[in-house]
């Protein structure tokens, strides 16, 4: 399968964004292969070539399964994996990995200070874990809600945004993150993975 590229992944052909994955795959398998990721279950993690290579966890008997990431000559995602789902979908397992991926990507390349750290890491979040759609206004501004893919009830969870600016922190969301705090508003000292500058232009 093909999803469109932006210029992290023209960089590494196996960084993947929210829109990108959820191009690959349905959201329910996307929302799976998050939880791998962050239930640790990608054990080994090689870029080799044009290839990534992969040892996943399989949530159900708990063996490791092994599997390889590359691309045919159209451009197409090829997905090898020993759990046998047919090559030209992307398995659970795949998933996992390109999550893993990603998140490698961006720690390698994070040379921000403190603040911005905490800011990219909201970035990378809201591109991976969130999905969007539009309410009122300009397409580019205006109240969006914002769902979360996995939350810490495993419940996904919906929160009202914003966007009043796309290279300022004046944006506003109603989830914790964005609540005042004794370091001042949110939406100028610590904005949440949804109402970032960085990422104020969703794609619907």
């Not at 996307?30 to 990721?37: Q, T």
């Not at 090689?46 to 992969?54: I, K, M, N, S, T």
């Not at 996943?56 to 092994?66: C, L, N």
């Not at 969130?130 to 769902?147: F, I, K, M, N, Q």
């Amino acid at each position: 399968m093909h999803a469109g590229r932006d210029q992290t992944h023209d960089l590494d052909p196996f960084t993947f964004d929210q829109d990108q994955l959820h191009a690959l795959a349905a959201a329910d398998l996307v929302r799976d292969g998050l939880r791998y990721y962050k239930d640790n279950r990608v054990a080994e993690l090689e870029l080799d070539g044009v290839c990534l290579r992969a040892d996943v966890e399989d949530e159900e008997d708990e063996e490791i399964v092994s599997l390889e990431l590359s691309y045919d000559g159209d451009g197409n995602l090829v997905c090898l994996c020993n759990c046998g789902t047919p090559s030209d979908r992307p398995c659970v397992h795949a998933l996992a990995a390109l999550f893993a991926r990603s998140a490698r990507v961006a720690a390698e390349g994070e040379l921000l200070g403190a603040v911005e750290s905490a800011i990219d890491e909201r970035v990378k979040r809201g591109r991976t874990e969130v999905r969007v759609e539009h309410l009122s206004g300009d397409p580019a501004y205006g109240a969006w809600t914002a769902r979360s893919l996995v939350s810490s009830t495993h419940v996904p969870v919906s929160y009202r945004v914003h966007i009043r600016s796309l290279d300022r922190r004046a944006n506003y969301c109603t989830c914790p993150d964005s609540r005042p705090t004794n370091w001042g508003p949110a939406s100028t000292s610590r904005p949440c993975c949804t109402a970032s500058p960085k990422v104020a232009t969703p794609s619907v």
